[in-house]
Nanobody
Framework: QVQLVESGGGLVQAGGSLRLSCAAS????????VGWFRQAPGKEREFVAA????????YYVDSVKGRFTISRDNAKNTVYLQMNSLKPEDTALYYC????WGLGSHGESEYRYWGQGTQVTVSS
């Protein structure tokens, strides 16, 4: 069992940056694919980015390519989502999810463990 805790959300002006963290406890994060998803008010949760279990592959939804970067620090048992050039449409509750030996899927059902989310609000 692994517990995930997101942090780093907040209120930022358009064009600004935030770095979200997804910290794992209970066991090492090494060997887990980690995905970031987000849900805006009144909308379905959507895939944002993912990193494969061996860190060899990363994936992004088209709307964040070139602006967001997913990375992992195994020593800190943490996965990060660096978000630059933020836009009001990035406003959402951001969740991280993990799956052992996963490839970094876009699908929510592919992830077994989920955090509680961290709110990101981008003002115009």
């Amino acid at each position: 069992q692994v517990q995930l805790v997101e942090s780093g959300g907040g209120l930022v002006q358009a064009g600004g940056s935030l770095r979200l963290s997804c910290a794992a406890s209970g066991r090492t994060f090494s060997g887990y694919a980690v995905g970031w998803f987000r849900q805006a008010p009144g909308k379905e949760r959507e895939f944002v980015a993912a990193i494969s279990w061996n860190d060899r592959s990363t994936y992004y939804v088209d709307s964040v390519k070139g602006r967001f970067t997913i990375s992992r620090d195994n020593a800190k048992n943490t996965v990060y989502l660096q978000m630059n050039s933020l836009k009001p449409e990035d406003t959402a509750l951001y969740y991280c999810a993990a799956e052992p030996w996963g490839l970094g899927s876009h699908g929510e059902s592919e992830y077994r463990y989920w955090g509680q989310g961290t709110q990101v609000t981008v003002s115009s």
